[in-house]
């Protein structure tokens, strides 16, 4: 597996490079690195570090985080639904549309969470300002309560001493 990781990274780098329309010697100058050393990696015979990738992503004039996805240095993203791996795959899109493309993608996923963040935010507040109103409720109805009920025995106690008492008559 590992020999196909190498292998579809030296294949991305030639077909970065051809759309480019960058030669091997050129890419190779540009990148620092000696031109055999380009053309092994191509042929998937050398495994490139992140540092090599870096700079031959800055020859070709794209992403590093590209070229290490495609390395199998970092993970693509797990929540992107498949749309980043589709775009960085399609050899019909230069590498700039590509990054561009991604960039509005990435805008649009960031917006939406916002969004359903500060949507959870509100139900929470809701149901706290809800939570609140019941315990104001419950506690404004058990006050109630007692007063009623000490209301009643205050009446009941007096009617008791009332009823006990002989009022004189003049």
Do not use: C, H
Request: aromatic share 4%.
């Amino acid at each position: 597996m590992r020999n196909e990781t190498v292998k579809s990274i030296g294949d991305y780098i030639r077909e970065q490079r051809e759309q480019a329309r960058i030669s091997v010697r050129q890419l190779a100058q540009q990148a620092g690195v000696s031109n055999p050393y380009l053309s092994q990696i191509e042929r998937g015979l050398r495994k490139p570090s992140a540092d090599i990738l870096q700079q031959i992503a800055k020859g070709l004039r794209i992403s590093a985080e590209a070229l290490y996805v495609q390395a199998g240095i970092l993970e693509d993203r797990p929540a992107d639904s498949g749309v980043r791996s589709a775009l960085l795959a399609d050899p019909e899109l230069s590498e700039r549309q590509k990054q561009v493309l991604i960039e509005i993608y990435e805008s649009f996923r960031k917006e939406n969470a916002a969004v359903a963040e500060a949507q959870s935010a509100e139900a929470e507040a809701a149901r706290a300002a809800a939570e609140a109103a019941a315990e104001m409720k419950a506690s404004k109805s058990s006050w109630s309560d007692a007063t009623a009920e000490a209301e009643q025995d205050e009446r009941s106690g007096d009617a008791g001493d009332v009823s006990g008492q002989t009022i004189p008559s003049d």
